[in-house]
């Protein structure tokens, strides 16, 4: 068999079809099993157990097709079992499995690397890591940015996600579910403002930013802080895209003060937003860049990638772990990276965004509940207001997204506030498939009305 990039819905009929109730009897009963079996901390948005994916659809174990609009959370951007992904996962898997690159390396870790420093923002020296989770590529990127500038403090900002262990958490600004009960964190992590164009009262990015770095000043002082990082489209905390010039103001006090800029671009990276990187978006280059999600297909892998005097900071052997740049995970960011540059699927992403921003207008005009329609790319979200109101309604959030996966599509939401219903379709849905779940979508507001 050929592999085309055209390809890439893994032999499954493009359609949504119901033949139970959702979930069906199969689920409810791997659900049972599940309460018994996996922790209740471990919390499931859909209980319908999925067996096939491809193209934009997920099949459960009932039989039903469910259209896919949120990627596994941002992770399979180039499709569920993406022809490049598994063959040459299946191939890897078939040579070696693991030899952990820290002992006998191999040259998959090194070609995604250059990957890696071929695609990011900039045409400086760059150096890359491998890492499991973007959690503990965050991590990574504090440690470097630490040893580089032998500074300790750190600066994130409000609404900012970063991942679930101990140092991420507190990075994280997101109490519930995130931290609640999880303390202490650790220290030497300062929030400040972040720019939330809806929520700001009339404030530009530019100003935000400068409330922000005047509280660094005031109440940190710049010369203690080793690391700024910024998500360029903050992802749970509400798709929020910052306002016209604060992520540049951001990187520009970063770069006046000798403090590491870091883009964490684990959900906005790899073609998401209609660019390679949405730093981009915001003409920014960032000192390092934190990556995962969409890298590699649904492999587990995440990247940190930056400028070489930085990255090479640090002592050998002070970077690194058993499994970081698993060689089957490799493969897969590899045959993803392939996909993304031969289907020009940054261009796929602003396609989609070209279907979705209109319809969703249109559903707008009839229902004034939605108070913002923000994005970029194949990355959209809406945010659930009382109407006439910034008054967030997180229950209407909540029953327009029961009622879509009830009827075939899965939907996330997300925020703050929990009031925002967030899009991430894989870049392979079709647009017959993207115009049906927004079709659901709508049906969904008059129901819910
Ligand atoms: C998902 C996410 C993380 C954490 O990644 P994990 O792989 O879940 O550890 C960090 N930052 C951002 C912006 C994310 O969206």
């Known amino acids: 068999m050929t592999i085309t990039p055209e390809r890439t819905d893994n032999g499954i009929a493009q359609e949504r079809k119901l033949v139970t109730s959702i979930p069906g009897p199969a689920s409810v009963a791997l659900q049972a099993r599940k309460n018994a079996a996996v922790s209740g901390g471990v919390g499931v948005t859909l209980p319908v157990y999925i067996d096939r994916a491809g193209g934009g659809i997920l099949i459960d174990?009932?039989?039903?097709?469910?259209?896919?609009?949120?990627?596994?959370?941002?992770?399979?951007?180039?499709?569920?079992?993406?022809?490049?992904?598994?063959?040459?996962?299946?191939?890897?898997?078939?040579?070696?499995?693991?030899?952990?690159?820290?002992?006998?390396?191999?040259s998959g870790y090194v070609e995604v690397c250059e990957a890696?420093?071929?695609?990011?923002?900039?045409?400086?020296?760059?150096?890359?890591?491998?890492?499991?989770s973007g959690a503990e590529a965050v991590e990574n990127a504090v440690k470097v940015a630490r040893v580089y500038?032998?500074?300790?403090?750190?600066?994130?900002?409000?609404?900012?996600?970063?991942?679930?262990?101990?140092?991420?958490?507190?990075?994280?600004?997101?109490?519930?579910?995130?931290?609640?009960?999880?303390?202490?964190?650790?220290?030497?992590?300062?929030?400040v403002p972040a720019s939330y164009p809806y929520r700001d009262r009339g404030l530009s990015g530019e100003e935000m930013a400068t409330i922000a770095t005047t509280r660094i000043e005031k109440e940190i002082g710049a010369h203690n802080v080793a690391a700024i990082m910024i998500e360029p489209v903050q992802g749970e905390g509400g798709f929020i895209v910052p306002g016209q010039g604060y992520f540049a103001a951001m990187a520009k006090f970063a770069k006046d003060n000798g403090i590491v800029?870091?883009?964490?671009?684990?959900?906005?990276?790899?073609?998401?937003?209609?660019?390679?990187?949405?730093?981009?978006?915001?003409?920014?280059?960032?000192?390092l860049i934190t990556t995962a999600k969409g890298i590699a297909g649904g492999m587990p892998l995440a990247g940190l990638t930056g400028r070489a005097e930085i990255m090479d900071s640090v002592h050998a052997g002070g970077l690194?772990?058993?499994?970081?740049?698993?060689?089957?995970?490799?493969?897969?960011?590899?045959?993803?990276i392939r996909w993304m540059e031969e289907t020009d699927a940054n261009a796929r992403a602003r396609e989609i965004e070209a279907i979705m921003v209109p319809r969703l207008r249109e559903i707008q005009s009839a229902h004034p509940t939605i108070g913002e329609i923000r994005g970029r790319g194949a990355m959209i979200a809406i945010e659930l207001v009382k109407p006439g109101t910034i008054e967030p309604d997180a229950a209407r959030a909540a029953a327009l997204n029961k009622?879509?996966?009830?009827?075939?599509?899965?939907?996330?939401?997300?925020?703050?506030?929990?009031?925002?219903?967030?899009?991430?379709?894989?870049?392979?849905?079709?647009?017959?498939?993207?115009?049906?779940?927004?079709?659901?979508?709508?049906?969904?507001?008059?129901?819910?009305?």
Request: charged share 15%.
């Open 149 to 191: 500038t032998k500074r300790t403090a750190v600066v994130v900002v409000e609404h900012g996600y970063h991942g679930r262990t101990n140092l991420t958490m507190g990075m994280t600004a997101k109490n519930m579910p995130y931290k609640e009960g999880f303390g202490p964190f650790a220290p030497e992590i300062y929030r």
């Open 320 to 336: 690194g772990g058993t499994y970081g740049g698993n060689p089957v995970a490799c493969a897969g960011a590899l045959g993803a």
């Open 261 to 287: 800029f870091i883009a964490d671009e684990i959900q906005s990276g790899f073609c998401r937003t209609g660019n390679w990187f949405a730093s981009e978006h915001e003409g920014v280059v960032p000192d």
């Open 116 to 132: 890696l420093n071929r695609l990011t923002p900039g045409n400086h020296e760059k150096r890359s890591a491998l890492f499991n």
């Open 61 to 106: 174990v009932d039989g039903n097709s469910l259209i896919d609009l949120g990627s596994g959370i941002a992770v399979t951007t180039v499709g569920n079992a993406n022809p490049y992904v598994s063959a040459n996962v299946a191939e890897q898997a078939a040579k070696l499995t693991h030899t952990c690159f820290m002992v006998t390396p191999y």
């Open 403 to 449: 009622f879509c996966h009830e009827n075939g599509v899965i939907t996330l939401t997300t925020g703050t506030y929990g009031n925002v219903f967030r899009f991430l379709p894989p870049l392979t849905i079709s647009n017959e498939l993207l115009n049906e779940g927004l079709d659901v979508l709508a049906a969904a507001f008059e129901a819910t009305a």
